[in-house]
């Protein structure tokens, strides 16, 4: 009983941690029309800023949250930069910019490695919450716990950001329709900064909170980016619920197929994607068909 | 006689002189590579360049291949039926990658063979037993078709390189025939080769599984020149590998992939003997090729060449002229 409630929790934890990063990639998919290979890299380079600042090598240690923070920033400037310095240039040419972040993600990779060395590194739980809550005869791990409502606070901050504010408009606009966005005024190509950005330090933010499940490994990157690709695919491009709703999807059954089917925990995400693809290629949320 | 035969007979005595002289095994290795890596740039061509579908999930393909091979001879059975069952597994992946990516073209196309890639990396990783996880399965003997020994390193160049000449013909002859012209007619304007009674879908298809036939061919050359198969050979890096060599040489050309594979051998080979961090130089190069020379190397230098000479010779224009402009 406990077994299962506690790979529910897991899933769903997972689950957020997908939510964060794939809200990202599926914006800048909608709005640029690109998958944004480096999503991975930016995930995994949060995290491992994230635990520099932890460690004190900056001179000064830090709670777990302000690295969270200061870590998510950064790679969001890093996003920004990317989008400025690299795809401005390839403007109107897709091919062009899925490789260059195709090829920035393989630099990533290589420089990361060299700058924090090929050994796993732990993140350590943030205090107060290592510890369960009760409730009944079930436990619940409370930084779990606390990621979930990390989440869904960020779920609908994003929500309320798209809906209900000026940006979230044009945002949307762009989405929608990006020459009838510039011809009625609305500056598109700093969109794609704004949204670069914010995916970026979104990826970065779920890579340092997720530190203390997954640990930040060699690797990481491409472990997490086919999984925000599955998520995009199976939920739609361009679309929040979508996201949310294939995070959670996949949450339970990477979880659950990792528990029950490990060695085959990578193919039966396959199935979902399949089944999507065949029968609603547009995603389950997505206006348009991929 | 045609010049054209007269250059292809040249290059074809160059290939099979190779061996004899250079005469050092070390070397000679490499130029077997140059030629496998080739049969997988030709194939990936085969989308990229002439069906206008670029695929980041081929090393999956090639991989899948490899491992059917590795995994029949480490359970006992012989050559010809691995390497038959081998051509047999690639053909299927072929198909169900085929059968799901074409659901779209362009970038989403990309991204789900992108996703099928990883999966199929995924499993390689994570399915240990079948193909024993990153510790990967060793091969203990090369095949010797017709009693020819392919142990030394020119056995295996002669055997690697009459394959490549067959798939180059090959290459050559289905882009040169009706379905190649259907297909790069699907690539330009997919829309009005419906129009025309062109099931655009069944061509793209059957081009996904000429490019898959000789990915696997490429699989299985791989794992019997390396003896050894690990998921390293599936990972995105792979893919992403083979694509630069498609672009570095110039998609859509015959020879582009072919010089592409030579390039990307080469310099992989020289930097890993200096340095540890090819990938690093790898993303550097897809980066400087996409935003310098889209085209590829060498009709990206070219133009690049020209253009340094036309503004080095170009007359200095007065200020009043340069505010003009």
Redesign the interface.
Same mark, same amino acid.
């Given at each position: 009983m406990s077994f299962w409630l506690l790979l529910t929790v897991n899933s769903v934890t997972f689950g957020g941690l997908l939510f964060l990063l794939s809200a990202g990639f599926s914006l800048i998919f909608g709005l640029m029309r690109i998958p944004n290979l480096t999503h991975g890299s930016m995930f995994m380079v949060g995290a491992y800023l994230g635990t520099t600042f932890l460690s004190g090598t900056v001179g000064f240690t830090v709670n777990f949250w302000v690295a969270a923070i200061a870590a998510a920033i950064e790679v969001a400037i890093l996003g920004a930069l990317m989008e400025r310095l690299l795809l401005r240039r390839l403007a109107g040419q897709q091919l062009a910019q899925v490789l260059v972040t195709l090829g920035v993600s393989l630099m990533v990779a290589d420089l990361c490695l060299m700058g924090w060395g090929g050994d796993p590194i732990s993140v350590a739980t943030p205090e107060g919450l290592g510890g369960f809550v009760r409730a009944g005869a079930a436990v619940f791990p409370l930084y779990r716990m606390a990621v979930i409502g990390i989440a869904v606070v960020f779920a609908i901050a994003l929500w309320l950001m798209l809906e209900r504010t000026r940006l979230g408009a044009m945002i949307r606009a762009g989405v929608d329709d990006p020459q009838m966005a510039r011809v009625v005024g609305i500056r598109v190509s700093r969109l794609f900064t704004i949204v670069f950005g914010l995916g970026a330090g979104l990826a970065g933010f779920a890579g340092m909170i997720g530190g203390p499940i997954l640990s930040v490994y060699p690797g990481l990157d491409q472990d997490m980016l086919p999984l925000a690709l599955v998520v995009v695919i199976l939920g739609g491009t361009g679309s929040l619920l979508g996201s949310f709703v294939g995070s959670i999807i996949i949450g339970f059954i990477y979880n659950f197929g990792q528990a029950l089917v490990p060695e085959l925990a990578y193919f039966v995400l396959f199935l979902p994607m399949v089944l999507v693809l065949v029968l609603r290629p547009q995603g389950l949320f997505g206006g348009q068909v991929l | 006689v045609n010049p054209r035969w007269i250059a292809i007979a040249v290059a074809v005595l160059a290939l099979i002189a190779v061996p004899y002289a250079i005469n050092e095994p070390y070397y000679v290795n490499i130029a077997s590579q140059i030629l496998l890596y080739a049969i997988f740039a030709l194939g990936l061509n085969i989308l990229v360049g002439y069906a206008g579908l670029?695929s980041?999930g081929h090393a999956g393909l090639l991989g899948v291949a490899a491992y059917a091979t590795a995994y029949l001879l480490a359970s006992g059975y012989g050559h010809a039926v691995a390497i038959a069952a081998a051509l047999v597994v690639g053909l299927l992946a072929s198909a169900v990658f085929a059968a +799901?990516s074409l659901?779209?073209s #362009?970038?989403?196309f990309?991204? &789900?063979t992108?996703? +099928?890639g990883?999966?199929v990396? #995924?499993?390689a990783?994570?399915? &240990?037993?079948i193909t024993n996880g990153d510790n990967g399965i060793t091969v203990s003997s090369r095949p010797a078709p017709f009693g020819l020994s392919l142990n030394s390193a020119t056995g295996f160049y002669n055997a690697t390189l009459i394959i490549f000449l067959l798939a180059i013909a090959a290459c050559a002859i289905f882009v040169h025939s009706p379905f190649g012209a259907a297909l790069a007619g699907t690539r330009d304007q997919p829309r009005r080769m419906n129009a025309l009674g062109f099931h655009v879908w069944m061509i793209r298809f059957w081009a996904f599984m000429f490019s898959g036939l000789l990915s696997a061919i490429a699989g299985i050359l791989f794992v019997y020149y390396n003896q050894f198969i690990s998921p390293q050979a599936l990972?995105?890096?792979a893919s992403?590998e083979g694509?630069l060599m498609v672009?570095s040489g110039g998609a859509g050309t015959l020879l582009g992939p072919v010089i592409g594979a030579a390039l990307v051998v080469i310099v992989k080979n020289v930097v890993s003997a200096y340095v540890a961090?090819w990938?690093?130089m790898?993303?550097?190069?897809?980066?400087a090729i996409?935003?310098f020379m889209?085209e590829g190397l060498v009709p990206g230098t070219v133009r690049l060449t020209r253009a340094a000479w036309r503004a080095a010779n170009r007359p200095k224009s007065a200020p009043v002229a340069e505010q003009e402009s």
């Open positions: - | 670029v980041l +799901l659901r779209a #362009g970038i989403s990309l991204m &789900i992108l996703a +099928l990883e999966i990396w #995924g499993l990783y994570r399915w &240990i037993s990972a995105l890096t992403a694509l672009i961090r990938n690093f790898l993303g550097a190069i897809f980066v996409v935003v889209p």
